[in-house]
């Protein structure tokens, strides 16, 4: 059980393209989902909060506007980067808990390489 | 500022060996503590812990929690190479940032044959 998954694994763009991922609980409803970035060798960096219905929570120092965020039903939120840059490039990992506050899971992640 | 602080950052050990990795915390209204393994992808979730001193056990792996001191472990026994990976300690607390996972810098441990 507990089952996340997200899609694509690996998506390669030039600069100023628009990337979409998706993020899906196969097993499970989520009320809350959350998106995180990581570098090599750092630890997960949260970017946003996103609840089913509602307009997701954003990080300081995340730009709402270019990590458009959507939870439209209790097992999929998606994740817009737009106008992506070289600078963007990071691996993309979504997580999903039943309930806030319950244990999260994870999605085996995005790699976005941006040239 | 909540802070979850692991150690060591990296260890390498033997298969067979016994390992404990630390896990300390300073965060407002502490909810729970979670530990994680990362391979090449995304975490794989390992356990929850919300009391202190009931220890949590899956297979060789087991944690604990201890509220007083503010601190959690991880314990693997005997070790194989498959164990390798980053380990990861996150912890909810409440208020504005209940729901939210503070996530510590990782244990990277690595098992040799």
């Known amino acids: 059980g507990a089952v996340v998954s997200q899609h694509p694994s690996r998506v390669i763009c030039k600069s100023g393209t628009s990337v979409k991922i998706e993020c899906r609980s196969l097993?499970?409803?989520?009320?809350?989902m959350f998106w995180y970035r990581q570098f090599p060798k750092q630890s997960l960096m949260l970017m946003a909060t996103s609840n089913e219905g509602s307009k997701a929570t954003y990080e300081q120092g995340v730009e709402k506007d270019k990590f458009l965020i959507n939870h439209a039903s209790l097992t999929l939120s998606t994740l817009t980067v737009t106008s992506a840059h070289p600078e963007d490039s990071s691996f993309y990992i979504c997580?999903?808990?039943?309930?806030?506050?319950?244990?999260?899971?994870f999605g085996p992640g995005t790699r976005l390489l941006v040239l | 500022e909540d802070k979850v602080v692991q150690s060591p950052l990296s260890l390498v050990v033997h298969e067979g060996d016994t390992v404990t990795l630390n896990c300390s915390y300073e965060?407002?209204?502490?909810?729970?503590l979670l530990w994680y393994k990362q391979e090449k992808k995304a975490p794989t979730f390992l356990f929850m812990l919300t009391s202190s001193g009931i220890e949590k056990k899956s297979g060789r792996l087991s944690s604990i929690l201890d509220k007083k001191e503010l601190f959690s472990i991880l314990n693997i026994t005997a070790t194989q190479t498959g164990d390798s990976a980053v380990y990861l300690c996150?912890?909810?607390?409440?208020?504005?940032?209940?729901?939210?996972?503070?996530f510590g810098q990782g244990t990277i441990l690595t098992v040799h044959p």
């Open positions: 997580s999903a808990a039943q309930v806030r506050g319950l244990a999260q899971y």
């Open positions: 097993d499970f409803q989520a009320t809350t």
């Open positions: 996150a912890v909810y607390a409440g208020g504005t940032s209940y729901g939210k996972l503070t």
């Open positions: 965060v407002t209204n502490f909810r729970s």
